[in-house]
């Protein structure tokens, strides 16, 4: 019973989440290294401007969508080939805007 209810997740949890009101998603395809996704995700952070501290101060400025940024970071990744190549996108181009005030 708990086989099936796990496979039955893990087969649906992505199309769930896109239905449910999140137009993207970011996913790995297999396990990647602690210290390697870390890396990504933190210059993934600071490209689409979660990382406030990266952003130049009283400017407005157009960000990269999701699908760019995690495209232009997994070169940060040690097996680039291997781990980089794992993050995914899923659903739509998603681009956030960053207003900071002086």
């Known amino acids: 019973m708990i086989t099936d209810l796990n496979s039955t997740l893990t087969n649906h949890t992505t199309p769930l989440l896109l239905v449910n009101?999140?137009?993207a998603l970011v996913a790995n395809l297999w396990d990647v290294t602690d210290k390697d996704i870390d890396q990504f995700s933190e210059l993934v952070f600071?490209?689409?401007?979660?990382?406030?501290?990266?952003?130049p101060l009283g400017t407005c400025s157009l960000l990269p969508t999701i699908s760019e940024a995690v495209a232009s970071s997994r070169d940060v990744c040690n097996l680039k080939y291997l781990n980089g190549a794992?993050?995914?996108?899923?659903?739509?181009?998603?681009r956030f805007t960053a207003l900071q005030l002086v």
Do not use: E, F, Q, R
Request: proline content about 18%; glycine content about 10%; overall charge neutral.
């Open 21 to 23: 009101d999140s137009p």
């Open 46 to 55: 600071s490209k689409i401007g979660l990382n406030p501290t990266t952003l």
């Open 86 to 94: 794992a993050p995914v996108v899923y659903g739509i181009p998603v």
